[in-house]
């Protein structure tokens, strides 16, 4: 795995859904050690933004958003974003257990572009992603975030099935 600058950079695209808590519980529970950044993407719909910080980030993302703050539902409100208690509950055990610097990265737009951007931008050593399990003809109507993610990353992907 790649080595930024002497710390470890571990990404996990959440969206909240059980698929995403499976992914992030497997990284904090497989990958994530003392010392590395766990770093939670997610991606919400392009749209036209009035208020809040999403108008201010909308093209970048936002800043690097702290464990304690993304806890925070007045905070996560000016984003859009309502995290659900088992993502939190990871995502603060990851931090106080395993000694990991707990993040969060919001982007607006297309998911499978957001989460390539992201690997980049950020940089991350390796992504982890959960796999809805949709069947071919779903799939191919759909397309699949995952699919995408691993054929187009600039770093090591884990789709963790569902």
Same mark, same amino acid.
């Given at each position: 795995?790649?080595?930024?600058?002497?710390?470890?950079?571990?990404?996990?695209?959440?969206?909240?859904?059980a698929?995403?808590?499976?992914?992030?519980?497997?990284?904090?529970?497989?990958?994530?050690?003392?010392?590395?950044?766990?770093?939670?993407?997610? @991606?919400?719909p392009?749209?036209?933004? !009035?208020?809040?910080?999403?108008?201010?980030?909308?093209?970048?993302? =936002?800043? +690097? %958003?702290?464990?304690?703050?993304?806890?925070?539902?007045?905070?996560?409100?000016?984003?859009?974003?309502?995290?659900?208690?088992?993502?939190?509950?990871?995502?603060n055990?990851?931090?106080?257990q395993?000694?990991?610097?707990?993040?969060m990265? @919001?982007?607006?737009?297309?998911?499978? !572009?957001?989460?390539?951007?992201?690997?980049?931008?950020?940089?991350? =050593?390796? +992504? %982890?992603?959960g796999?809805?399990?949709?069947?071919k003809?779903?799939?191919?109507?759909?397309?699949?975030?995952?699919?995408?993610?691993?054929?187009?990353?600039?770093?090591?992907?884990?789709?963790?099935?569902?």
């Amino acid at each position: 795995m790649a080595e930024c600058a002497g710390e470890r950079r571990v990404g996990v695209a959440v969206d909240f859904s059980a698929c995403s808590q499976k992914a992030l519980k497997w990284a904090v529970d497989n990958v994530v050690r003392e010392g590395d950044h766990l770093i939670l993407i997610t @991606i919400r719909p392009e749209g036209n933004y !009035e208020q809040g910080e999403m108008q201010l980030w909308e093209a970048t993302g =936002s800043p +690097l %958003i702290p464990v304690k703050e993304f806890s925070d539902p007045i905070i996560m409100k000016k984003y859009g974003i309502h995290p659900d208690a088992n993502t939190l509950d990871i995502a603060n055990t990851a931090a106080a257990q395993k000694g990991a610097v707990v993040l969060m990265k @919001i982007y607006w737009g297309d998911a499978r !572009e957001k989460i390539c951007e992201a690997i980049d931008n950020i940089p991350l =050593s390796c +992504l %982890i992603i959960g796999n809805r399990g949709l069947g071919k003809i779903k799939r191919a109507i759909l397309g699949s975030v995952s699919n995408y993610v691993v054929n187009n990353a600039s770093c090591p992907v884990t789709v963790v099935k569902q």
